[in-house]
């Protein structure tokens, strides 16, 4: 099922992003894309220059946002996070939607906010929400500045917080944290790399500390036809995914 829904998303967003680019360029972009992730991370992406060309954004569209939408679901339901369902999942760092809509989709269609610095991404979440047919809306914020987070409600930081300053990092840890305590859910998903998350270990005993729990993931997907080929082009190798969580079951909610 899945599959199936990624697959359709997958050809929305193809018929967006592939219509001035073609797969070769995309797949050189990604080149480009997941280097500037694994060697240039604290220069090049805390700049936002992760997503400064119509090349990356679409790499990062077409291969990055499936991946972490079939990753958030894997997790998600192994941790039963999607039952009962939160009232509504925050996505903090959204980018283009797929975090928080894989895990509103898998608690069966809650309402779902992202939240991200970058205009292109609230752009492209709103047309995730839209293509998932999710209640969502999407606005250009901060990670510093956070709405109310409520007590049955979900919060969701994929693959952002590596980005973030240590400072922003460390005050949207201590929001979270006591939001758990107060009865809100909390995932916090990242690459299993442990370079580019060298305050993981830290944050995973404040969390465990709280009455959460800490966990590496290993699993195989069916990757859509157009991952397999960007896959393949830019020399990486996602036939195994992995993943690594932090999650708090949000006492009392
Ligand atoms: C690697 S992307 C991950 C996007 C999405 N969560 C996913 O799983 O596909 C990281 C996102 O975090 C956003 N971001 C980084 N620092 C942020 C901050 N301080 N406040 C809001 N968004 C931020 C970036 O603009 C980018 O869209």
Same mark, same amino acid.
């Given at each position: 099922?899945?599959?199936?829904?990624?697959?359709?998303?997958?050809?929305?967003?193809?018929?967006?992003? =592939?219509?001035? =680019?073609?797969?070769?360029?995309?797949?050189?972009?990604?080149?480009?894309?997941?280097?500037?992730?694994?060697?240039?991370?604290?220069?090049?992406?805390?700049?936002?220059?992760?997503?400064?060309?119509?090349?990356?954004?679409?790499?990062?569209?077409?291969?990055?946002?499936?991946?972490?939408?079939?990753?958030?679901?894997?997790?998600?339901?192994?941790?039963?996070?999607?039952?009962?369902?939160?009232?509504?999942?925050?996505?903090?760092?959204?980018?283009?939607?797929?975090?928080?809509?894989?895990?509103?989709?898998?608690?069966?269609?809650?309402?779902?906010?992202?939240?991200?610095?970058?205009?292109?991404?609230?752009?492209?979440?709103?047309?995730?929400?839209?293509?998932?047919?999710?209640?969502?809306?999407?606005?250009?914020?901060?990670?510093?500045? =956070?709405?109310?987070?409520?007590?049955?409600?979900?919060?969701?930081?994929?693959?952002?917080?590596?980005?973030?300053?240590?400072?922003?990092?460390?005050?949207?840890?201590?929001?979270?944290?006591?939001?758990?305590?107060?009865?809100?859910?909390?995932?916090?998903?990242?690459?299993?790399?442990?370079?580019?998350?060298?305050?993981?270990?830290?944050?995973?005993?404040?969390?465990?500390?709280?009455?959460?729990?800490?966990?590496?993931?290993?699993?195989?997907?069916?990757?859509?036809?157009?991952?397999?080929?960007?896959?393949?082009?830019?020399?990486?190798?996602?036939?195994?995914?992995?993943?690594?969580?932090?999650?708090?079951?949000?006492?009392?909610?």
């Amino acid at each position: 099922m899945t599959h199936s829904i990624v697959e359709d998303w997958l050809a929305a967003l193809e018929a967006r992003h =592939l219509s001035a =680019l073609r797969v070769p360029e995309v797949a050189r972009a990604l080149r480009a894309l997941s280097s500037a992730y694994v060697e240039r991370r604290k220069t090049v992406v805390a700049r936002g220059g992760a997503l400064d060309s119509a090349g990356k954004r679409a790499a990062f569209a077409l291969f990055y946002a499936p991946l972490h939408f079939l990753v958030t679901t894997h997790v998600v339901r192994a941790l039963g996070a999607d039952a009962p369902p939160p009232a509504s999942v925050l996505d903090i760092g959204c980018g283009t939607g797929a975090g928080g809509a894989a895990w509103a989709l898998a608690a069966g269609g809650v309402p779902v906010t992202g939240l991200d610095r970058h205009p292109w991404a609230v752009e492209e979440a709103r047309c995730t929400y839209r293509h998932f047919g999710l209640r969502g809306h999407a606005r250009q914020g901060d990670a510093a500045r =956070l709405p109310p987070l409520r007590p049955g409600g979900a919060v969701i930081a994929a693959y952002a917080l590596n980005e973030m300053p240590d400072a922003v990092r460390r005050g949207l840890e201590d929001r979270l944290i006591d939001a758990s305590r107060r009865g809100t859910r909390v995932l916090i998903l990242e690459p299993i790399a442990r370079g580019l998350t060298p305050w993981w270990e830290a944050t995973a005993e404040r969390v465990k500390a709280a009455g959460g729990r800490a966990d590496e993931w290993r699993f195989t997907a069916a990757l859509p036809p157009l991952v397999r080929v960007l896959d393949t082009a830019a020399g990486l190798d996602h036939r195994e995914l992995t993943a690594k969580s932090l999650y708090c079951p949000g006492m009392g909610g």
